[in-house]
């Protein structure tokens, strides 16, 4: 059984630059899937951030590209993201989350527990 | 850019009740269309996967059709476990979610 967790600061300050990593256990990072951050503001709907293979290819969301950066370390078993210059429209719930399979248009299928990143000063 | 709507935005019915969530996108998706079901405070889960296949574990009451830009997710006799916030999901092309449609009791 997949599980991932999220883990990283929950504050941030405005301007400043959000850290996360998804930890993946009962399974490699390496296998035939894609791995993606899904964010939620509290209250609102789901937005997909982007999207890594263990390859190291990447996908961004069009609208956060100029902002996002995610990373894979396999040695750890884990993906990481970097978004930015910050504001407090960024304040979510950060998921991670696994494609089913390498496929394109491949659905989640293991979601992690999620975490709150607040955005203030 | 692909957007998603779905109706209505919010329902109430009661335990045995067949409920349809409808979801439509903006351009033809041709069936990459997946569903979800999110409760509070947890992480969304996969329920229905290329328009009307169903995921491992999920019951059979869940289901979903559609091809193209209508859809549906079908619930044929809601379950206390079932009250909760249903989304739909294009992979067609950048994944986009709908706004989401809350089910909750009469």
């Known amino acids: 059984q997949v599980q991932l967790q999220e883990s990283g600061p929950g504050l941030v300050k405005p301007s400043g630059t959000l850290s996360l990593t998804c930890a993946v256990s009962g399974g490699s990072i390496s296998s035939s899937n894609w791995w993606s951050w899904v964010r939620q503001p509290p209250g609102k709907g789901l937005e997909w951030i982007g999207e890594i293979y263990h390859s190291g290819s990447t996908n961004y969301n069009p609208s956060l590209k100029s902002r996002v950066t995610i990373s894979v370390d396999k040695s750890k078993n884990q993906f990481s993201l970097k978004l930015s210059s910050v504001t407090a429209a960024d304040t979510a719930v950060y998921y991670c989350a696994r494609a089913k399979d390498v496929a394109v248009a491949s659905p989640f299928d293991y979601w992690g527990q999620g975490t709150l990143v607040t955005v203030s000063s | 850019d692909i957007q998603m709507t779905q109706s209505p935005s919010s329902l109430s019915a009661s335990v045995g009740d067949r409920v349809t969530i409808t979801c439509r996108a903006s351009?033809?998706?041709?069936?990459?269309l997946n569903w979800y079901q999110q409760k509070p405070g947890k992480a969304p889960k996969l329920l229905i996967y290329?328009?009307?296949s169903l995921q491992s574990g999920v019951p059979s009451r869940f289901s979903g059709s559609g091809s193209g830009t209508d859809f549906t997710l079908t619930i044929s006799s809601l379950q206390p476990e079932d009250f909760a916030t249903y989304y739909c999901?294009?992979?067609?092309?950048?994944?986009?979610f709908g706004p989401g449609t809350k089910v909750d009791i009469k």
């Open positions: 999901q294009q992979s067609y092309s950048t994944p986009r």
């Open positions: 351009q033809s998706i041709s069936s990459y």
């Open positions: 290329a328009a009307s």
